[in-house]
């Protein structure tokens, strides 16, 4: 499986920006997808994730601003954010992997397949 991470760039502060994670080759509709990120000198943290049965799971930091979505049919999934603050910017990865357990999305080590990174910026 293949993923490739579409929708990056520079937004001020307040606005919005789409990405998008193409899934190619052996994808499956059971595995969970998610996004990652990491922000410039830090840890890569999770942001959220989507099971193969529509159970979702946020970061904190996240919550209420950003929103998954996975169009099956098209091997893609999608994240919706809004109300973009400076600490958002970040590289941020798509990620899918067979997981079953809504406990266990936010886990980077449960995903099996990662995409590139796409970089967001978000400048006051």
């Known amino acids: 499986v293949q993923l490739q991470a579409f929708g990056g760039g520079s937004v001020q502060a307040g606005g919005s920006l789409r990405l998008s994670c193409a899934a190619s080759?052996?994808?499956?509709?059971?595995?969970?997808v998610g996004w990652f990120r990491r922000a410039p000198g830090k840890e890569r943290e999770f942001v959220v994730a989507i099971n193969w049965s529509g159970g979702t799971s946020y970061s904190d930091s996240v919550k209420g601003r950003f929103t998954i979505s996975r169009d099956n049919a098209k091997n893609t999934m999608y994240l919706q954010m809004n109300s973009l603050k400076r600490e958002d910017t970040a590289v941020y990865y798509c990620a899918a992997g067979p997981i079953s357990s809504q406990a266990m999305l936010s886990y980077a080590r449960y995903y099996t397949y990662w995409g590139q990174g796409t970089k967001v910026t978000v400048s006051s």
């Open positions: 080759g052996r994808a499956s509709s059971r595995n969970a």
